[in-house]
């Protein structure tokens, strides 16, 4: 905050203006408080008051350049800038660990006192989900700093890749206040979240404030499973203090267990909140509604299937085979269509519900994020990484035509719609963020199983914000092309591609 305050009165200085002065030079449209806080910022510059002191100051390119960077750092505080780094990490690195979880040991109670690692442990449950019958029921209560969380999310992983019939829940405490905290969360059990059998139940808290219970830290794993024709249980109990060694004692006795599971329903009540919900159920109907209703930003590597001019579309409609549409739309309707005319009672409709959906575009903000790697995929080959399953790629004339619609929306200033490129970006999700609303993420078709999910969809404030700011205030700024350098890039695709 004190930079902006100093950057801003520096160049009054420099350029003869008193602050006192500033009130009369905004047309007393703001007040003097006001203008102060903006300076301090303590009130986020929006893009009409920074043109006004891009105005006022005569700020060169390179000036404009410097304030538009501390105008991002300004208003924010430490977790949400600090958010705003994880986020760059998991959108332009390959990996979301960069390396192995680090050793930790524990203090392992089984009949008698051991030493062992917390991933001995966990292979101790890998090796007994070889058993017939396997199932375990996790439940995972806290585990939110950085090294719990990935020792508690890639056993969950590893757990639910072996045994598909097990089931993860995860009570977690959000700090209204940490921004940090809960991106972190987000980032690291994406993979988790798109599985169905790992939920998430939150309660928003006041930092340091919290629901006092037997666990801390801590997993519970009752395990099941048939061994020598006889059912046998067995359960872990894992704990993560906060000086000491973690410890885990294993038990069977079903009174033990029956203790701890009563408490752990107890504390359940304590977390109402989903984290997320499927959005498998979500119809193109469902789509539009939200996209007339919210302003809509979008991280992926290349155009949305919605956001096609409808032209492109109903030429590559007009030259496809009937056998390519016809299994497009059985695609659609998850049912075998056998014949043109049912072909066409499916297409026609989903055509105009895309016209429909294009439309919003016009109407609310929209702020597409590609990469220029993506964008040059397409490109090539004629296809979006959500392209409709069953329809042919674009051809030249088409890829022309959707690149062409892209850049000339992206320059005309009396457009809503901004386009915004970045050199690129990871295939594994997408984020398409409703302001006011939520996010809706979708996970890649290469990375989806069986009992995944497709979409996510989350509603947390404190994730809505995260990133809202970090496209509106962050992207800008550090990473994305100039409009005149977008254009350049996409005319460049367009001469070697489309001729």
């Not at 690195?93 to 960069?98: C, D, L, M, T």
């Not at 597409?368 to 040059?376: F, I, N, P, Q, T």
């Not at 996970?443 to 497709?454: F, H, I, R």
């Not at 509106?472 to 005149?484: A, D, F, G, I, W």
Request: net charge negative.
């Amino acid at each position: 905050m004190q930079e902006l305050y100093k950057f801003l009165t520096a160049k009054c200085k420099e350029r003869g203006v008193k602050i006192e002065s500033l009130t009369e030079r905004f047309n007393f449209t703001y007040s003097r408080t006001t203008i102060y806080r903006y300076m301090k910022g303590l009130l986020h510059i929006t893009q009409d008051v920074q043109d006004r002191f891009v105005d006022l100051l005569s700020l060169s390119g390179e000036e404009q350049a410097q304030f538009a960077r501390l105008i991002s750092l300004s208003v924010f505080d430490e977790t949400l800038l600090a958010a705003r780094q994880k986020i760059d990490k998991f959108l332009f690195e390959p990996k979301i660990n960069s390396g192995a979880t680090r050793e930790i040991e524990c203090v392992f109670y089984d009949g008698d006192k051991y030493i062992r690692t917390i991933s001995e442990i966990f292979s101790m449950i890998y090796d007994l989900s070889k058993h017939d019958d396997f199932r375990c029921d996790v439940k995972i209560i806290g585990c939110t700093q950085e090294d719990m969380l990935a020792y508690a999310s890639d056993f969950a992983q590893t757990l639910l890749s072996l045994s598909p019939s097990s089931q993860v829940e995860h009570l977690v405490t959000l700090f209204e206040t940490d921004f940090l905290q809960s991106t972190v969360f987000l980032l690291t059990v994406l993979p988790l979240l798109v599985r169905g059998a790992y939920k998430v139940y939150y309660r928003e808290s006041a930092a340091g404030e919290g629901v006092k219970t037997l666990f801390g830290n801590s997993i519970l794993i009752p395990c099941q499973y048939t061994e020598d024709g006889a059912l046998r249980k067995r359960c872990y109990i894992l704990s993560f203090l906060d000086k000491d060694m973690p410890e885990c004692i294993v038990n069977d006795d079903k009174y033990v267990l029956g203790f701890w599971m009563k408490n752990y329903t107890n504390l359940r009540q304590y977390y109402p909140d989903v984290l997320t919900h499927s959005a498998l159920s979500m119809t193109e109907d469902d789509l539009s509604t939200l996209e007339s209703a919210y302003d809509e930003y979008l991280i992926k590597p290349n155009p949305c299937y919605n956001k096609i001019p409808m032209s492109a579309y109903r030429s590559l409609v007009s030259r496809a085979s009937p056998d390519d549409l016809m299994r497009f739309a059985s695609n659609m309707v998850r049912r075998d269509v056998r014949d043109d005319a049912e072909t066409r009672a499916v297409l026609e409709p989903m055509l105009l519900d895309l016209e429909k959906r294009v439309g919003h575009t016009y109407k609310r903000r929209h702020i597409d994020v590609y990469s220029k790697e993506g964008l040059a995929e397409f490109a090539e080959t004629g296809r979006i990484t959500d392209h409709l399953e069953g329809l042919p790629p674009f051809d030249k004339e088409e890829i022309r035509e959707i690149l062409t619609w892209l850049r000339d929306r992206n320059r005309d200033p009396k457009d809503p719609y901004t386009l915004y490129l970045v050199d690129s970006l990871q295939h594994r999700y997408s984020f398409v963020i409703y302001k006011g609303r939520g996010l809706l993420v979708e996970c890649s078709q290469s990375l989806a199983e069986k009992g995944t999910y497709v979409y996510l969809d989350i509603r947390n404030r404190n994730l809505l914000k995260v990133f809202c700011d970090y496209i509106e205030n962050h992207l800008p700024v550090n990473y994305t092309l100039s409009t005149e350098e977008t254009t350049a890039f996409i005319d460049e695709l367009i001469g070697k591609n489309c001729s």
